[in-house]
């Protein structure tokens, strides 16, 4: 007897029409008519339910007949096609066995429920169809880059977890040491002692593997890391997250150009391959959640990206000035609204902006000649603005050594990161995508915490 999957049932129904087979999963929905059952059963593999039917006279009639939705059961029949139906397909029970019941007091009934109440059953909430179909889109998102990387001839690097560096020079960091918070031992100064911690020294949990990204491209050429990251930044927003995943890849002997052809590729080959590998969820998410959204995808795909200036974008904005909450000068951080205008209402696709002003830059990027602006790129696409941010990196010592010093970094605390640069630097370039950033895109789900498994946020530790 069979034991297939939902999803795989409902993708080629007539392969299992008039077959037996063994399916497990948990119950959606009881209709008790009286003398036939109709139960919904979901298995986690596919947004939709497989229909069930049980006639009276079954063995197991008056136990299904009980069912609390949530109940797990395993159940065995005959799958019949029902073309004219509501589904293609459908499982005439034979027989069936409750692994483990549910109390009425479930909170998941069949009705509509709240992002916002969701999140205060984060341990249920992957039973949902919203949540269990943005989960799956996760995770089909993750393979496909990986599938990119590895095809292109990428070394996956697992880049440290706690370090003592901040990639992104901003200070919100989470400390991480074993000292008695209470009554931490303190030098003649008066500040902590950290040579008697753990490490020795002032330790945190990563911002960003860049840094030691770097360290592997100058070694391998071309790597990438895809792993946790973590910012102490006290934001409520829907777009930010205490804990996330950022895809970081670096390659040597490349510059901008190279570094922009790459995430365009890398976008376009991620929603192509979500869309093919999760119809069902992205015709929910279509239906459901953003109207707009399998137009939007398909457009990017089928899409050229624009190039501009960070200068031509804001001399560009700066015409529609009174049409923003925030307002847009030279040298500014372009807020979302700007970078959703210019991708949405001037250009109409994707954008690569470039050429930032390096007083809102990180001190590793590129100086460029003009000593004003340094060799950087943000992908900004519609609906979202920025998903992508990444740069030629400084590869020349001195100059390198210098934006250090006028930023006050400790020349000792990046001394390695500065070898990198006197024993064998190349030119050499990365850049940044927040995984779920990326998820939000693709099912326009719009609160980053309903894309997280277990959201970490200012305040929660749902």
């Known amino acids: 007897m069979q034991s297939p999957s939902i999803k795989e049932i409902f993708i080629s129904p007539e392969a299992f029409g008039g077959r037996m087979a063994s399916l497990c999963g948990w119950v959606r929905t009881v209709r008790d008519s009286g003398a036939v059952l109709f139960i919904e059963l979901s298995d986690g593999s596919t947004v939709k339910s497989l229909q069930l039917v049980g006639a009276e006279g079954i063995s197991c009639f008056e136990e299904l007949r009980r069912l609390n939705v949530g109940a ?6 005959e799958l019949v096609l029902t073309p004219g139906g509501r589904q293609p397909v459908e499982l005439r029970l034979s027989s069936a066995n409750v692994e483990g019941a549910s109390d009425p007091s479930y909170p998941l009934q069949k009705k509509r429920h709240t992002a916002e109440f969701l999140r205060t059953i984060g341990h249920l909430r992957p039973r949902t169809n919203l949540l269990g179909a943005a989960f799956r889109v996760r995770s089909e998102a993750a393979f496909a880059i990986h599938e990119f990387f ?5 070394l996956y690097v697992h880049t440290p977890i706690i370090t003592s560096s901040d990639a992104e020079g901003a200070g919100e960091m989470f400390r991480v040491t074993t000292l008695d918070a209470r009554n931490p031992p303190q030098t003649d100064k008066g500040a902590v002692d950290f040579t008697r911690d753990f490490f020795g020294v002032p330790a945190n949990l990563t911002v960003s593997g860049q840094l ?12 990438y890391t895809f792993g946790p990251t973590f910012r102490a930044e006290n934001s409520n927003t829907a777009r930010h997250a205490s ?9 040597a002997f490349c510059g901008l150009d190279e570094d922009m052809r790459l995430a365009e590729e890398m976008t376009k080959h991620i929603i192509s391959k979500v869309m093919r590998r999760c119809p069902h969820e992205i015709e929910f998410f279509s239906e459901f959640v953003d109207k707009g959204l399998l137009e939007r995808l398909s457009h ?5 990206f624009e190039h501009m200036t960070y200068t031509e974008a804001v001399t560009m904005l700066e015409r529609h000035k009174e049409r923003f909450l925030f307002p847009v000068y030279w040298g500014c951080d372009l807020q979302t609204e700007h970078e959703r205008f210019l991708t949405e209402e001037v250009v109409g696709r994707p954008v690569f902006l470039t050429d930032y002003p390096n007083g809102i830059k990180a ?15 943000d992908m900004l696409v519609p609906g979202v603005g920025e998903l992508i941010g990444g740069s030629q990196r400084e590869e020349r010592f001195d100059t390198l050594r210098g934006r ?3 930023l006050g970094l400790s020349e000792e605390t990046y001394s390695w990161y500065l070898d990198l640069r006197r024993y064998g630097g190349a030119r050499h370039c990365g850049f940044g995508l927040g995984f779920e950033r990326m998820i939000m895109y693709l099912t326009g789900v719009s609160n980053i915490r309903d894309v997280l498994p277990f959201p970490r946020t200012p305040g929660c530790m749902s």
Do not use: C
């Not at 590895?150 to 990428?154: L, R």
């Not at 030691?212 to 790597?223: G, I, P, T, Y």
């Not at 001190?363 to 790129?377: E, L, S």
């Open 243 to 251: 804990e996330f995943w950022m895809i970081e890849p670096e390659m």
């Open 150 to 154: 590895h095809e292109k001839g990428f």
């Open 404 to 406: 250090m010093a006028e």
């Open 363 to 377: 001190f590793y990027m590129r100086q460029n000649d003009d000593g004003k602006t340094v060799a950087a790129m």
């Open 72 to 77: 797990a059961i395993r159940v065995e029949g």
């Open 212 to 223: 030691e990204a770097e360290a592997f491209a100058l070694a391998f050429s071309k790597v």
């Open 300 to 304: 990017v795909i089928g899409s050229p």
